[in-house]
């Protein structure tokens, strides 16, 4: 016979009791120091664009007021497109340093990939259209390249590239046909994940300063060290030069290259705020281990960031022959500096995990506004450099007093 009895209620334990006259208030945590400049401290640090709005906002003022027509429609408009093609690399370069990495060898991704497209749409017969897809799909094997030694490195893919090269060669099809016929093919088997894999995981900073010799000596090897002269894009490809097509605006003269640097920086924004792949490429960059721990599949955001950079890179290089008018395999060599510059300037810190996409923007036309105010105000250029010089170094060092702020 079951027991009818009931069963008096559990009572606290004695270690559940909570201590007379013991607070029960939820715990809270606010700064130790309230004075103005610890709060400017917390804000910077909620806010990584904030510093570098206040300094381009003071230096337009400043320059404003002793530089001569610094204020013109025409001088504003041309700041904007001098930092097109530094700012679009800029952004590629700034998804890599966001993971704790560096690319050194932006500028010759962008110039190898623009010198694909210029050879092959004006030389090789290659419909624009088509000349330029492939110069795009050079720069995203390039970007795949570096990011594949810094996290799992497939030698098929490499030995493909390198075997269609050498088969091509003995066919004695023309250099211009080679080259992207042989790095798209290991592109292509790249994306199949055949053959094995090795753990190199190799610092970025040598892998990239290591790939910048390679890309460059494959691009003196594959133009020629000739220049695609303007003439023959106008006569044979003018889709080449799409982007240096001219809109007015408010007065001021816009090329379609800013439209496409802004439109770049609106689509990587939203990417890294609103999207899960944006929150993995923050994880990885803070602390990649405990990204690791936490789930993230830390070699595949880094090669995805890796291969988006080389992308925006090629992209970069479309707009650049727009901008410059022709394609020389000599140009844009000290884009690297520049593109690091636009990024340190910006707020984005060089040990990944913090910083925004718009800072690099803003570093971009600091970079702008300083060399523009300065040489409208007679400064000789050696100064101007100085200038640019003295710019990084104070914005690494409010950089590291940003980070000390505690939890």
Not at 60 to 87: E, H, K, M, P
Not at 309 to 329: D, K, N, T
């Amino acid at each position: 016979m079951a027991d009818d009895r009931a069963v008096p209620p559990r009572g606290p334990q004695d270690f559940e009791k909570v201590l007379d006259q013991s607070s029960t208030e939820a715990a809270s945590f606010e700064m130790r120091d309230t004075s103005p400049l610890a709060k400017f401290h917390h804000f910077l640090h909620a806010n990584p664009t904030a510093a570098p709005v206040v300094v381009l906002i003071l230096s337009c003022l400043v320059f404003g007021v002793i530089a001569n027509n610094f204020f013109s429609a025409f001088n504003l408009s041309l700041i904007i497109q001098q930092v097109t093609i530094i700012g679009i690399l800029g952004a590629a370069q700034t998804l890599v340093i966001l993971t704790a990495g560096i690319d050194l060898s932006v500028a010759a991704i962008m110039v190898l990939s623009y010198m694909v497209m210029g050879r092959l749409a004006v030389q090789g017969d290659v419909p624009a259209i088509l000349a330029v897809v492939i110069g795009l799909s050079v720069g995203l094997a390039c970007g795949l390249f570096n990011g594949s030694l810094a996290t799992r490195a497939r030698l098929v893919p490499i030995a493909v590239a390198l075997l269609s090269w050498v088969f091509l060669l003995g066919l004695d099809l023309p250099l211009i046909y080679v080259v992207p016929i042989g790095m798209i093919a290991g592109l292509a088997i790249g994306w199949l994940n055949f053959g094995p894999a090795l753990e190199l995981r190799l610092p970025p900073f040598i892998v990239t300063l290591g790939a910048w010799s390679i890309f460059f000596a494959l691009n003196l090897w594959y133009s020629e060290s000739e220049t695609v002269r303007s003439q023959d894009i106008d006569a044979t490809a003018p889709l080449l030069k799409v982007f240096g097509l001219r809109v007015e605006l408010l007065g001021a003269q816009f090329t379609l290259g800013s439209f496409l640097m802004v439109g770049i920086f609106i689509v990587l924004w939203y990417a890294l705020n609103w999207t899960a792949w944006g929150r993995a490429v923050y994880a990885v960059g803070d602390d990649r281990e405990a990204a690791e721990l936490s789930g993230i599949r830390t070699d595949r955001v880094l090669l995805s960031v890796y291969g988006a950079a080389g992308f925006l890179c090629a992209l970069g290089g479309w707009a650049a022959i727009g901008r410059v008018g022709s394609a020389s395999p000599q140009s844009f060599y000290e884009g690297n500096l520049d593109a690091i510059t636009a990024v340190v300037i910006g707020g984005t810190s060089l040990f990944g995990g913090r910083g925004a996409i718009f800072g690099t923007l803003f570093g971009a036309l600091i970079v702008g506004v300083f060399r523009s105010g300065l040489k409208l105000g007679g400064v000789d250029v050696l100064w101007q450099t100085f200038a640019v010089g003295l710019l990084i170094i104070v914005a690494v060092a409010m950089d590291q007093w940003i980070r000390r702020v505690s939890a």
